[in-house]
């Protein structure tokens, strides 16, 4: 227990320092020495838990189920890094998450991904985090965790189809920087969110941008802004009735969302245990004879009888009718103001970090030849 | 097309991850779930590497019994009990003589020309000739006598029942028994769980006793007290498993154990300091889950294992 706040403790001072020297020092070489302790520290040394990632799964855990109660670190380990992304950026993603760490060491020849390859992808965080928080929620499993591709390397004692998934995530992590990152990390949606609004996020310049685009190719994120260019801007018809058609497709959006998960909310159910279970007892009685099969001979030991498997199958059912729909509804409504975006115009006369996007990793500012 | 090598890369590794969440989210469901990892599966245990096996069964004698008990070897002759009789066999397997026994006998012992068979938990003593010489009345109904063997003015028996080991004169007198406690706690008792309690002395007159729910072999001195003792437990072949193992043990000339287990039914030897040394039958010899085989051993270092479910004597010869 003593050491859980420790690491609390670790996590904090990882932060600061994190935050300071990316916001005041701009040092890339110090943020690499970073990550590798935490690489090595929250990595390697505590097995990669607790992580604020997974935290997410408590935190809703602790929403939806008045039995289970989160604990004060789990809870720190969530909000910390929110916290100081909300003020720094991403500084968390920089230099205090391992599992951003460990894909980072291993960035060789980053490509850059067309605009359109990055947008699509860059939905899947949300629907990871839809479906994490439901299945949380619902007490069906924490499937950030069961796929942490990178956490049996930590332990070093994962299964062999998890360590084909986490050198995978790496062999792509060469070519594809921080893939894991970028488009699967349901942590960095919140994150993202919390950046766009930060007080005192990194700039690639220290004073005014000389627009000598030597940083423009310099993120393996895809994460800097160019300067607009009106006339191109312009002709791509960008305007004002395009953006009201977008703003107001948007509960078309909601809709078509609430209804897929409306729509799949059995299928969904069908990750729960308990309703895969009560299912199968009913489709298939003879499975009672099968000794081999270790869940349903538990169940049968246990001394619950069908009936109570089913009436709790039902109610697990009914929390992923609505959960479905509202995980459908909020899925809706990421794609329709991701549309929406691209039909926004931001006047940018500057190469600027992406708040939402940029890791802080600062790789940037060494390609930057403006002095203080 | 600019970075086509690498682009073919990412998309099969992009491949390979969507393969393996799908693959690890379809299985492990009850209808796909893996055979249980924690049933009680012997089968791997009942292979033995050749090279560990130093006997080789050379020849086995048919019996005469419905039921045969046990089995004792004196003066290279075998005494085997069984329905409520008792059989002299020489060791090519030809019958010598035959007692009648008033019911059916559990266990026999022989020394000094003197016949001990345990009948209904009485012990009765007989001369080579089958005339009856005594009888221990026994009126304790707890009891049973599960083997016996003699030394010198002492007859050791144990009594599975009691938990206890008595030790009787020659005459039939009790003179003490004791339960496997040490004062110190250092040794828990007796664990019999079933009915296979056995003793044995060897041939520097050392009393040893079976602690069958610690696979354990114990030496004692004639008052009880404990002087030295050994156990292995594991599913390994070197060691015992089960509750109550070995069921009966046996010496051979030069003070090697002699131990042969039930449930997974084999016979090995051990090194008179209990070090593993090899394998008498290994459990491919006997039927599956039958019962222990009784054993005694001869003067040439044979050894006699008297399988109740072939209803044989099986002669196992050293390699």
């Known amino acids: ?372 | 097309m600019k970075n086509k090598g690498i682009i073919i890369f990412l998309i099969v590794l992009a491949v390979v991850i969507i393969a393996v969440i799908a693959g690890d989210y379809l299985s492990g469901r009850p209808d796909k779930s893996a055979p249980n990892p924690f049933a009680y599966d012997v089968n791997d245990f009942k292979n033995v590497p050749e090279e560990l096996i130093h006997f080789t069964e050379s020849k086995n004698f048919k019996l005469g019994f419905e039921q045969a008990t046990s089995i004792t070897i004196d003066s290279d002759k075998l005494y085997v009990t069984g329905d409520k009789k008792l059989q002299v066999i020489d060791l090519s397997g030809k019958l010598l003589s035959e007692i009648n026994l008033p019911d059916e006998p559990k266990t026999v012992e022989v020394y000094n020309d003197k016949i001990y068979v345990s009948v209904n938990n009485q012990i009765l003593v007989y001369d080579p000739n089958g005339s009856l010489l005594n009888e221990w009345r026994n009126s304790d109904e707890n009891s049973m006598i599960t083997a016996i063997s003699a030394l010198e003015n002492n007859v050791f028996v144990a009594d599975a029942g009691r938990r206890k080991v008595i030790r009787y004169s020659l005459q039939g007198e009790k003179l003490t028994e004791f339960d496997g406690k040490a004062d110190e706690g250092v040794v828990h008792g007796f664990i019999i769980p079933s009915p296979y309690f056995d003793l044995d002395i060897n041939a520097d007159g050392d009393l040893w006793v079976v602690n069958p729910g610690l696979h354990a072999l114990e030496n004692y001195t004639e008052d009880g007290n404990l002087r030295e003792h050994w156990n292995n437990t594991t599913m390994q072949t070197e060691g015992f498993s089960g509750c109550c193992n070995p069921a009966h043990f046996t010496f051979l000339p030069d003070g090697r154990f002699v131990t042969s287990e039930k449930g997974l039914v084999r016979i090995k030897t051990y090194k008179p300091s209990g070090e593993f040394e090899g394998v008498v039958a290994a459990p491919s010899k006997f039927k599956d889950e039958g019962e222990a085989p009784d054993i005694a051993t001869d003067s040439q270092g044979n050894i006699y294992a008297l399988d109740f479910d072939k209803k044989m004597i099986r002669v196992f010869e050293p390699k």
């Open chain 1, 1 to 372: 227990m003593a050491l859980e706040y420790f690491d609390v403790a670790v996590l904090l001072v990882v932060l600061s320092l994190a935050s300071w020297l990316v916001v005041k020092k701009r040092s890339r070489q110090s943020i690499l020495w970073l990550s590798v302790f935490t690489l090595i520290y929250f990595g390697f040394y505590r097995n990669g838990c607790i992580c604020s990632i997974g935290a997410i799964q408590n935190v809703t855990l602790s929403f939806a189920s008045p039995a289970y109660t989160i604990s004060l670190t789990a809870l720190l380990f969530f909000v910390l890094p929110l916290g100081f992304t909300l003020f720094f950026g991403r500084t968390f993603c920089a230099a205090a998450c391992p599992l951003g760490a460990i894909q980072d060491v291993v960035i060789i020849k980053p490509i850059s991904l067309p605009k359109w390859l990055n947008k699509t992808l860059g939905l899947i965080p949300y629907l990871y985090l839809s479906l994490a928080v439901l299945f949380a929620a619902t007490g069906t499993d924490f499937i950030i965790c069961r796929y942490d591709p990178f956490v049996g390397i930590f332990r070093m004692d994962a299964k062999f189809h998890m360590v084909v998934l986490g050198v995978s995530f790496l062999l792509m992590g060469m070519f594809v920087a921080r893939p894991y990152c970028r488009f699967l990390c349901p942590y960095g949606v919140l994150l993202s969110w919390m950046s766009r609004f930060s007080k005192w996020h990194m700039t690639i310049t220290p004073s005014k941008c000389i627009q000598c685009k030597l940083c423009a190719n310099s993120c393996p994120f895809d994460a800097i802004d160019y300067p607009t260019n009106e006339k191109e801007v312009l002709k791509s018809g960008l305007g004002p009735k395009k953006f009201l058609t977008y703003a107001l497709v948007i509960p078309l959006w909601i809709a078509a969302g609430v209804f897929v998960g409306n729509r799949s909310h059995t299928f969904l159910s069908k990750a729960n245990p308990d309703v895969f279970l009560a299912e199968l007892l009913i489709s298939k009685p003879e499975i009672k004879n099968d000794k081999d099969n270790i869940d349903v001979q538990t169940f049968l030991s246990s001394g619950k009888t069908l009936e109570t498997l089913v009436s709790e199958a039902e109610i697990i059912r009914h929390k992923f009718y609505y959960g479905s729909m509202m995980a459908g509804g909020f899925m809706g409504l990421v794609i329709g103001l991701t549309l929406l975006n691209t039909v926004v115009f931001r006047k940018r006369q500057d190469y600027e970090p992406n708040r939402s996007n940029c890791l802080s990793c600062t790789r940037c500012m060494d390609f930057c030849p403006v002095e203080k």
